[in-house]
């Protein structure tokens, strides 16, 4: 396998993650609409992906259709683990695993609305 095919695996595992625990209906934070930039360290590089947040629900997009409310930046591997419910954003935020700018509080609700495994 080459550098090239790497990369490649790992935005499809990427992408993949962020349809699967950002996108759909299901996933919006109460009462507050929002684009969230998340910068994501991933072991091929750093990734960026946006999350919008409408009356609909939410989806992933390549480019802000208008500047974040928030940049959250965490490791791939942190970013699963909220998905799966073995990470809580609260104390990710705490041990300095997941980093917020912009609007901590909006970020933080959004974050805890990222679970998809056992609540």
Do not use: H, K
């Amino acid at each position: 396998m080459v550098a090239a095919d790497l990369r490649n695996d790992a935005e499809r595992s990427l992408d993949q993650l962020f349809e699967w625990c950002c996108a759909g209906a299901r996933a919006r934070p109460p009462g507050r609409a929002g684009v969230f930039r998340f910068v994501v360290e991933t072991p091929t590089g750093t990734r960026t992906r946006y999350v919008t947040i409408t009356d609909e629900g939410s989806s992933v997009v390549p480019v802000a259709p208008y500047p974040p409310n928030s940049t959250v930046t965490l490791s791939q591997e942190d970013l699963t683990l909220l998905a799966l419910g073995e990470l809580r954003g609260s104390l990710a935020f705490a041990a300095d695993r997941l980093r917020v700018e912009g609007d901590v509080f909006l970020a933080m609700t959004w974050i805890d609305q990222l679970r998809r495994g056992p609540r």
